[in-house]
C-alpha cells in the first residue's frame, strides 16, 4: 500500500512558476513509476509527466513540453513537478500516481489505468 500526499498548488499569474511535491509512504518508492496528471473542471484526467523508478527517463505531454520538469528523490520518497511559464490553460487540480506496472516504454504510461495509487490533489490557479 501506497499513500500519496500533493502539496505546492496555489494560485499564480500567467507566466510565473510554481514546484509541487508527492510524498509517498512506504518503503518501496522506487519500485514504482511516479506521474502527474491534472484535471480541469468539466474535463477528463489528462497526463502531464512521468518519471522512472531512478529517474533517469522522462516522458511529458506536448502542452507542457519545454514548461515542467519532473523529477524524484528516492532518498525522500518525494516526485516533483518543476511548473515554468504558466498559462491560464494550466488551471487544474494536479494529482500525482504511482504506477507498478513494468512496461519499457514511459510513452504506455500517460494511460490513467496503469495506476495503482493516486494522491487526493492539489490545486493550481494561473491567473491572466
Known amino acids: 500500500q501506497v499513500q500519496l500526499v500533493e502539496s505546492g498548488g496555489g494560485l499564480v499569474q500567467a507566466g510565473g512558476s510554481l514546484r509541487l511535491s508527492c510524498a509517498a509512504s512506504g518503503r518501496t518508492f522506487s519500485s514504482y513509476v511516479m506521474g502527474w496528471f491534472r484535471q480541469a473542471p468539466g474535463k477528463e484526467r489528462e497526463f502531464v509527466a512521468v518519471i522512472s523508478y531512478f529517474g533517469s527517463s522522462t516522458y511529458y505531454a506536448d502542452s507542457v513540453k519545454g514548461r515542467f520538469t519532473i523529477s524524484r528523490d528516492n532518498a525522500k520518497n518525494t516526485v516533483y513537478l518543476q511548473m515554468n511559464s504558466l498559462k491560464p490553460e494550466d488551471t487544474a487540480v494536479y494529482y500525482c500516481?504511482?504506477?507498478?506496472?513494468?512496461?519499457?516504454?514511459?510513452?504506455?504510461?500517460?494511460?490513467?489505468?496503469?495506476?495503482?495509487?493516486w494522491g487526493q490533489g492539489t490545486q493550481v490557479t494561473v491567473s491572466s
Open positions: 500516481a504511482a504506477s507498478s506496472y513494468s512496461g519499457s516504454s514511459l510513452t504506455r504510461f500517460s494511460r490513467v489505468e496503469l495506476y495503482d495509487y
